[in-house]
Nanobody
Framework: QVQLVESGGGLVQAGGSLRLSCAAS????????MGWYRQAPGKQREFVAN??????NYDDSVRGRFTISRDYAKNTMYLQMNSLKPEDTAVYYC?????????WGQGTQVTVSS
């Protein structure tokens, strides 16, 4: 199982930007899929974006504002978040699927103030 550590969360004003990072303990090159999810207080965890090579997918709520990417040399996945809105406030989690097994990070808090 891959160990994942997210970072980059914080407090930002509406309209601002943040870049989340997800560092993996092993290579991401062979991953079946990798992605970002988020969970707001009192809500279920929801899909944000993923990469299933060579395709990237986004939830409608973030398409055009968020960009998912990965750096295989650094075994790191990123989520660039622009034009942030208060409704983007949540704990953000990264997930990697290797040979059908999912690994999750511990999450990083993103808070967007209005």
């Amino acid at each position: 199982q891959v160990q994942l550590v997210e970072s980059g969360g914080g407090l930002v004003q509406a309209g601002g930007s943040l870049r989340l990072s997800c560092a993996a303990s092993g290579s991401l090159f062979s991953a079946d899929a990798m992605g970002w999810y988020r969970q707001a207080p009192g809500k279920q965890r929801e899909f944000v974006a993923n990469i299933i090579r060579p395709i990237t997918n986004y939830d409608d709520s973030v398409r055009g504002r968020f960009t998912i990417s990965r750096d295989y040399a650094k075994n790191t996945m990123y989520l660039q978040m622009n034009s942030l809105k208060p409704e983007d406030t949540a704990v953000y989690y990264c997930k990697v699927r290797n040979r059908g097994v999912d690994s999750w990070g511990q999450g990083t808090q993103v808070t967007v103030s209005s």
